[in-house]
């Protein structure tokens, strides 16, 4: 364990402390919050925020009340109220407002008013101003009515066995799945090519030799696969972290008590789906470059099992909407697309337990099948420099060898 | 105790058979030297018996027994591929390499420090390998290899990339280590190395074993046909004599298979010629290595 251990350290520091490491580690929320900030500053250009006035002849909103939790004369679009409508006029001519409604002295019988505006003001200056009115309607209510009356209904949609259930607005219900799959993906990415360069710079640098002369190729992979899994995993929980500390943030501004509630059974499921995946990846990876002399060799072949891993969201509407149908049950049971079809359909349907059974037996099949392959592969290809170990010699074929 | 017995071993990659039937053995405080021209199936044997490959057959004992991982950290090992990772520090790197011998850090460390030291290669402990030229590189190779005083030495081309100083630092290091009762494999072309240092050696053409045992006896095996004689005056023709070289004073004659040398000195005194060197000619290892593989393809 001990020669494991180094290794590993070895390894992970290794790569951690090299700048490209930390160009690959700062780059990617580094290009997200740039992408968001041009997002949001895009967005902003093109929303008036500029404050709504009111003139309130009928006296109806001499004392607004915010509705539960929510201050409007704090929020984005700012609400100021005229005692006469010249002022309002003037404040529209100066550019100090961007709108403003008259509110009609008969508004509680008639409920009519005006709305004076030089160009059409913004959906969310009509829409801040329409809440506030209804804000001020039903402000006599006892407060469990007003609660609501403003959340409005919500419809919920339950599978037969009740194993899954989507509420109406649970946007994170919907996009849970996706997400499961998005953050495989980026574990797979983020992992396996330090290890498929790990395994071939090795072999470039002629030092596979030297270390088994030392260790077993075997403590040599084990440490080697654990320390770069470490290394990806680092990736994976300094980007989680900021995005979590994003989360946060957030927190302050949106309501995310739903996050909390995650379905638990389903989180178990992928994790179950993951994990012989990630094995069966790694140990291609270290396969594929075991046997091939460069990198960029290498990652040209290993686009052929990596590119399988996108085919689910390419037939992600069949999914979605036919989760029991041929082409969803075909892709949750080939190894290479299981995990993101799984994943998806169980988020929208029940699955029958055979199917998962057979889908999660056929990934540990096919995770230990490539472990056997990469054993192999390493024992054959680790003395090799510069030369490919052949599909011949792995299925063991006598070929013409080279003497050294 | 031999550190190394190899019985009757064979190997084959495919249809070709890198290793064929070769015994030898290596006792502690030798140094054995494993010759061949390329591809003879040299590296085949230190990977046969590093356990890098398993011999299709026949027998190999390491240490006293058959290889082990507890075995690895009392075996040095310079192959002929030299590598070291090129992008990190060459303090770690080999730091790293010791440990993997089993030495604690602060050992490796301190160990690794005085042999920087002894090469010459402090001032660059802390650049990444690659910024090194390659007689460092070659250097740093060499720390890795004996860093934890191995009990087994088995290095392939070890003067390669060294200048004349260094090579001389090396071949001291071995000759202590020689001294100290470990055990030396030294795979090597060049034959004036393993003339100075080695006390037996095997010499191996496409696997199969053609010469083996102490050097001096083998080179009196192939010595007896030619004596070398210094004189100032001109040589007379002389019975039994098929070929004479001549060099400022000095005659090489080639002797017919009749003759013997004593017979050749006789003449010369018989015919008052003032001998001033008189020797049997002993051929180089260089020779012997041609002659042998010459004449193993003549066989062939």
Redesign the interface.
Known sequence: MSMVWRVMVFEYVRHVFRKRFLLSLLSIPLFVGVMALVVMLLVRSEINLKPVGYVDESGFLTNPEALPGQDFQNSLVMLIEFDEEELAQDALQAEQIQAYYVIDADYQESRRGKLVAIEEPSNMATSQFRQYLRANLIADFPPHVIRRLTSGSQLVIQSVDGNRQFVQGDWLGFLLPFMVGFIFLVAVFATSGYLLQAVVEEKENRTMELLVSSISPKQLMTGKILGIIAVGWTQLIVWFGLALILLLVASLFVDLSSWISMPVGYLALALALFVPAFVMISALMVAVGATLTDVQEAQQVTSLFTLPLFIPFWFVFQIINHPNGPIAVGLSLFPFTAPIALAIRAGFASIPVWQIGLSLGLLIICAGFAVWFAGRAFRLGMVRYGQRVSWKEFLGFKVEGKVQ | MSAIEIDRVSK?????R?VDDVSFNVAGGEVFGLLGPN??????IL?LI?D?FKPDEGQIAVLGGPMS?AK??C?G?M??????????PLERCLV??A???GLSQSEAKSRVIDYLERFDLITYRKKPVKELSKGMQQKAQII?TLVHEPELLMVDEPFNGLDPVNTKMVKDILRDLRESGAAIIMSTHQMHQVEELCDRILLIDH?RPLLYGEINGIRKQYAGHSLIIRTQVRLPSLEGVLNVESHNSTYRLTLSSEVKPPDILHQLIAKNIIVERYEIAIPTLDEIFIQVIQDGKETE
């Open positions: 084959s990659f495919g249809v070709v890198a591809g003879a199936g040299k590296t085949t990977r590093l890098i991982e690895k950290a075996i090992y192959p002929e591929e030299r590598g070291l990772y090129q992008d990190v790293y390499l440990s993997l011998k890795a696997g």
